[in-house]
């Protein structure tokens, strides 16, 4: 046995700089603990008011320092991976795995089948063995025209992937590379090939987008595949029938591009839809695409992608697989999470999508055991999704001795047995989604699905490489921001609130830190209390003229100085290092308390009233387009509030609110006899004020002096004034 033979396949480092974070967490702790001493000492004996809202700024302000404890308990303890190709390649390239690679999809008019083929195509042509992969489309829409582009990209694979080989194309997806690619100068043969394919492909997108704007298939189109007629038999989206076509059949000889190398398989699905049955649609459909699959390539490893998230790394495939066969510790990994990026951020990530000190936590869970699954980007152990739990012995896999299971059936045989697996009744008193699959009943069902492996025995990985694995589209309005962080909220406290919880879910399974590191996301929604009170109550006593912080003479101001500025500072300094920017920064902070006040707030009372049987969940997708001058002020950095929405509502009613109260304070110190009476006793609470006016300075604009569509409604203006003065009288006047 050659020595490489006995090297691991990745290789596990602790992150650097430990020492000074802890160090700088051990300060903040000495500070939070000088200011519960300041509230308990000095707590005022008069005045109920006083002594109401004193009591309110002691629980928020616990609230925050827990916290804060809960994401320091997170990172604490970092590690990151390091695969290695080369001793894989050595090792296992004639014994590599069958990969099933599942992408979902659910409406083609918010999901343009443009966008969804671009990701089809980008995990086509990863550099792997294509007669092992074997590509699955979950259309949730069971819509013709997603269907109709699958066949044109069906097509247009016979040319893509040669042509991905033989110019070392990154990224595979064809609009994402043609977007910022150069074509070739020093052949005029490669240049000849290389614009060829960019009109093919621009041909071809033209066909996509025109048949979706008018939203129907030409009838010579429609004649061309058998596949259209399952459509004579669709009553509507929401009532169908199975519908599962092989596109492409990699275990046909003929099945080859235009060099005559094979093909991927390529399989649509669009799962059947009865009223009586209610999922949310990602689960349903993967826990279908599990069935499915495992009859037509039973690929032992599985990678899930959302549909506008396309591969932008073709050796995604073969880091993963480090983790997977490594011999000493990959038999007990259930699945390799990626990070999700985008590739449609601004300069200075206006809404704050790029997750770029976030991401820095997921380190800390995989030391702590592993990072949760958050849905797209994940390579999965098949037995551990299918609900295995965790054996040494039993889970043992001798990777050059497994051997895919080949089926001899027909493709159109293959099409009728699977349609049986891929109906509602199917898993009907059975234990799919419940402990096999993806788990029903919770927007972010991935988050508990990942919990469960993880209780099972299984460890997952986190794993960023340098060139992201996977590129997605992030909102380009505020409001799609804010309702996908609300789904996630309302979701995450859901798992809380249930028998998920991790603290209990988990007990005896998994280690309390990876327990307790759950735990801040899963509180994501609890925020919005302490959120809403810090940035209304002191304003509004200010205007009465409560002190709820020390004077600034006191050297009890300095715990508060030192607690707020040393935090900011290190996150400012963090936020750059990560490769962020100053603006970005501040816009990182504004989107903070946006989402706290927002889409927290809804998420935890339509969690609340969930629970007491007022609602129902209800799965809601983010568009992922958006008309030109939307686009046009996105790539302007300009906010874009051009709609009504109770968001908004609240948004403004805050920022009018800390606006009056900053102006009559700055009023109070100007005209006031004892100015500098004034400044000492209420300084920090004017400054916490002129802070919030500072942050919401985007919203005035778009309240006042905007004359864009994406200025806020008047409707929005005129109650955040009436609401703000109203709320500012009855503080005044009681």
């Known amino acids: 046995m050659a020595k490489n033979d006995y090297l691991p396949l990745f290789e596990t480092k602790p992150a650097k700089g430990r020492i000074l974070f802890r160090l700088f967490a051990a300060s903040i702790l000495?500070?939070?603990?000088?200011?519960?001493?300041?509230?308990?000492?000095f707590f005022p004996v008069r005045g109920k008011v006083e002594r109401w809202s004193w009591i309110g700024l002691f629980l928020s302000e616990l609230w925050f320092s827990f916290y804060w404890f809960l994401t320091t308990v997170c990172?604490?303890?970092?590690?990151?991976?390091?695969?290695?190709?080369?001793?894989l390649s050595q090792r296992f390239e004639k014994e590599l795995p069958g990969i099933d690679i599942f992408v979902c999809t659910a409406d083609p008019l918010i999901e343009p089948p443009s966008m969804v083929i671009n990701t089809v195509l980008s995990v086509m042509a990863y550099d792997y063995p294509p007669e092992k992969l074997s590509i699955y489309l979950s259309d949730d829409g069971g819509s013709d025209l997603t269907f109709y582009?699958?066949?044109?990209?069906?097509?247009?694979?016979?040319?893509?992937?040669?042509?991905?080989?033989?110019?070392?194309?990154?990224?595979?997806?064809?609009?994402?590379?043609?977007?910022?690619?150069?074509?070739?100068?020093?052949?005029?043969?490669?240049?000849?090939?290389?614009?060829?394919?960019?009109?093919?492909?621009?041909?071809?997108?033209?066909?996509?987008?025109?048949?979706?704007?008018?939203?129907?298939?030409?009838?010579?189109?429609?004649?061309?595949?058998?596949?259209?007629?399952?459509?004579?038999?669709?009553?509507?989206?929401?009532?169908?029938?199975?519908?599962?076509?092989?596109?492409?059949?990699?275990r046909d000889s003929n099945a080859v591009d235009f060099e005559g190398n094979p093909l991927p398989t390529l399989?649509?699905?669009?799962?059947?839809?009865?009223?009586?049955?209610?999922?949310?649609?990602?689960?349903?459909?993967?826990?279908?695409?599990?069935?499915v699959s495992s009859r037509i390539s039973n690929g032992p490893i599985i990678l899930n992608l959302d549909c506008d998230m396309?591969?932008?790394?073709?050796?995604?495939?073969?880091?993963?697989?480090?983790?997977?066969?490594?011999?000493?510790?990959?038999?007990?990994?259930?699945?390799?999470?990626?990070?999700?990026?985008?590739?449609?951020l601004t300069k200075h990530d206006i809404y704050a999508c790029s997750f770029r000190v976030t991401q820095k936590e997921f380190p800390g869970l995989d030391a702590n055991g592993g990072p949760c699954y958050i849905g797209t980007g994940c390579f999965h152990r098949r037995e551990a999704l299918s609900g295995k739990k965790y054996d040494k012995d039993d889970c043992r896999v001798d990777w050059k001795r497994l051997n895919d299971r080949k089926v001899e059936e027909s493709a159109s045989l293959l099409e009728e047995t699977c349609k049986v697996l891929a109906s509602c009744t199917f898993e009907q008193n059975t234990l799919w989604g419940k402990e096999m699959g993806l788990i029903y009943g919770c927007p972010v069902e991935d988050v508990i699905t990942g919990l469960g492996i993880q209780c099972r025995g299984w460890k997952s990985i986190y794993f960023n490489p340098?060139?992201?694995?996977?590129?997605?589209?992030?909102?380009?309005?505020?409001?799609?921001?804010?309702?996908?962080?609300?789904?996630?909220?309302?979701?995450?406290?859901?798992?809380?609130?249930?028998?998920?919880?991790?603290?209990?879910?988990?007990?005896?399974?998994i280690s309390l830190r990876l327990r307790l590191a759950y735990c801040p996301y899963n509180l994501w929604a609890a925020n919005c209390l302490a959120t809403l009170y810090y940035v209304s109550v002191p304003?509004?006593?200010?205007?009465?003229?409560?002190?709820?912080?020390?004077?600034?003479?006191?050297?009890?101001?300095?715990?508060?100085?030192?607690?707020?500025?040393?935090?900011?500072?290190?996150?400012?300094?963090?936020?750059?290092?990560?490769?962020?920017?100053l603006q970005g920064w501040c816009n990182d902070q504004r989107m903070w308390m946006f989402k706290r006040t927002t889409s927290y707030f809804f998420g935890f009372f339509d969690t609340i009233l969930k629970l007491l049987g007022y609602t129902q969940s209800a799965f809601v997708v983010t568009a992922k387009v958006a008309d030109d001058d939307v686009s046009?002020?996105?790539?302007?950095?300009?906010?874009?509030?051009?709609?009504?929405?109770?968001?908004?509502?609240?948004?403004?009613?805050?920022?009018?609110?800390?606006?009056?109260?900053?102006?009559?304070?700055?009023?109070?110190?100007?005209?006031?006899?004892?100015?500098?009476?004034?400044?000492?006793?209420?300084?920090?609470?004017?400054?916490?004020?002129?802070?919030l006016v500072t942050i919401n300075l985007p919203v005035y604009q778009a309240l006042f002096f905007r004359k864009d569509n994406g200025r806020m409604p008047s409707s929005v203006a005129y109650k955040s004034i009436i609401f703000a003065l109203l709320a500012c009288t009855l503080a005044m006047y009681n």
């Open 30 to 41: 000495v500070g939070i603990c000088f200011i519960c001493v300041y509230r308990i000492r």
């Open 75 to 87: 990172r604490w303890n970092c590690v990151y991976r390091f695969p290695y190709k080369n001793r």
């Open 267 to 291: 399989v649509y699905l669009a799962r059947e839809k009865r009223p009586q049955y209610h999922h949310n649609f990602k689960a349903g459909a993967m826990n279908a695409l599990i069935r």
């Open 466 to 509: 340098q060139r992201e694995g996977f590129l997605g589209v992030a909102p380009t309005t505020l409001l799609q921001t804010l309702v996908q962080h609300k789904r996630w909220s309302e979701g995450h406290l859901q798992i809380f609130l249930s028998r998920y919880c991790s603290l209990l879910y988990g007990r005896k399974k």
């Open 539 to 581: 304003c509004l006593c200010l205007l009465k003229g409560i002190s709820l912080f020390p004077e600034t003479s006191s050297p009890w101001v300095l715990p508060f100085a030192y607690a707020v500025f040393a935090h900011r500072a290190y996150s400012l300094g963090e936020f750059l290092w990560c490769g962020g920017t």
């Open 149 to 250: 582009a699958m066949l044109e990209a069906a097509t247009f694979s016979k040319k893509w992937l040669p042509f991905c080989k033989e110019f070392k194309v990154e990224s595979r997806a064809p609009d994402a590379y043609f977007r910022t690619a150069f074509e070739p100068d020093d052949d005029p043969v490669k240049i000849k090939e290389w614009l060829s394919v960019k009109k093919l492909y621009e041909e071809m997108k033209m066909r996509i987008e025109t048949t979706t704007k008018l939203n129907r298939i030409p009838e010579d189109i429609r004649k061309q595949h058998k596949g259209f007629r399952e459509w004579d038999f669709v009553s509507s989206k929401r009532d169908h029938q199975t519908i599962l076509q092989i596109l492409i059949d990699g």
């Open 310 to 344: 396309y591969s932008n790394n073709s050796e995604s495939i073969k880091d993963s697989l480090c983790f997977f066969m490594d011999e000493e510790k990959g038999d007990e990994i259930g699945y390799v999470q990626y990070p999700q990026n985008f590739d449609n």
């Open 632 to 691: 046009k002020r996105y790539e302007q950095e300009l906010i874009e509030f051009g709609a009504t929405s109770p968001m908004f509502d609240i948004l403004a009613t805050l920022a009018m609110l800390n606006l009056f109260g900053s102006i009559l304070a700055i009023k109070k110190v100007i005209f006031d006899a004892d100015r500098s009476k004034v400044l000492n006793l209420l300084g920090l609470q004017i400054y916490l004020c002129l802070l």
